[in-house]
């Protein structure tokens, strides 16, 4: 098996996820070069309570490379993108959050979604954040209808696309607990908001939320 995984890094030797350069074996492990680490834009902001939802960490900005990698992890097939995206938002829930959540989840796309690209990218960028974080991920909420993309709508047809879209599936899980939860991208915050409120309609007491990435206007 060590042949083979030799074999196969000389074959395909792993690249960055933001730039696509082959990586140095120190490099490896995180997926991401180091002059990727010193010239993508962090951002330092905590996005305030709004709503149901609690404070939102996002460490990166949505733009140029971080762009360009969440799409190809959403869009691309590029289901292998996750670990690395995920621990950006994992190490930053550790330096902002830690000790104040009890429960890990994710805001789910829906069925039609799961089916078009294969998989709900929430759901692996939970997963690999929470253990990452010494924890693990449960699913607790669903979304019960199709809806636009977002991206392609106004901040308040954003929050009218979402209205009463998700549900608590599992509020035994969340009712008086302190709840992180997760997604790729926060833009105007609209689908975190309503998630944040069907988990706080089940009982949780506090809904945080962490993403990979925030866009730069709200």
């Not at 730039?19 to 330092?44: D, F, Q, T």
């Not at 979304?143 to 392609?152: A, E, L, V």
């Not at 998700?166 to 998630?195: F, Q």
């Not at 069907?198 to 730069?216: D, F, I, K, P």
Request: hydrophobic share 40%; net charge positive; charged share 30%.
């Amino acid at each position: 098996m060590g042949i083979l995984r030799a074999l196969g890094a000389l074959l395909f030797p792993p690249k960055c996820v933001f730039c696509g350069r082959v990586l140095e074996k120190n490099e490896r492990e995180g997926r991401v070069c180091r002059a990727c680490r010193r010239s993508i834009e962090y951002n330092e902001n905590l996005r305030p309570p709004s709503g149901a939802l609690g404070e939102v960490c996002a460490p990166l900005v949505y733009s140029g490379n971080v762009r360009r990698a969440i799409l190809r992890f959403k869009f691309r097939d590029r289901a292998d993108f996750a670990r690395p995206l995920a621990a950006f938002a994992a190490d930053e829930v550790r330096r902002r959050f830690a000790g104040r959540y009890d429960v890990v989840t994710w805001a789910p796309v829906s069925r039609e979604r799961r089916r078009e690209r294969g998989y709900d990218q929430a759901m692996l960028l939970a997963e690999a954040a929470a253990e990452r974080l010494g924890t693990v991920a449960v699913s607790t909420l669903e979304k019960t209808r199709h809806t636009d993309p977002n991206s392609s709508l106004g901040p308040e047809e954003r929050r009218e696309n979402v209205r009463g879209a998700y549900r608590a599936t599992e509020p035994e899980l969340v009712a008086g607990k302190r709840v992180l939860l997760i997604d790729d991208v926060v833009t105007t915050g609209a689908t975190m908001r309503e998630c944040a409120r069907a988990l706080r309609a089940a009982g949780a007491s506090e809904v945080l939320g962490a993403a990979v990435a925030a866009a730069t206007a709200d």
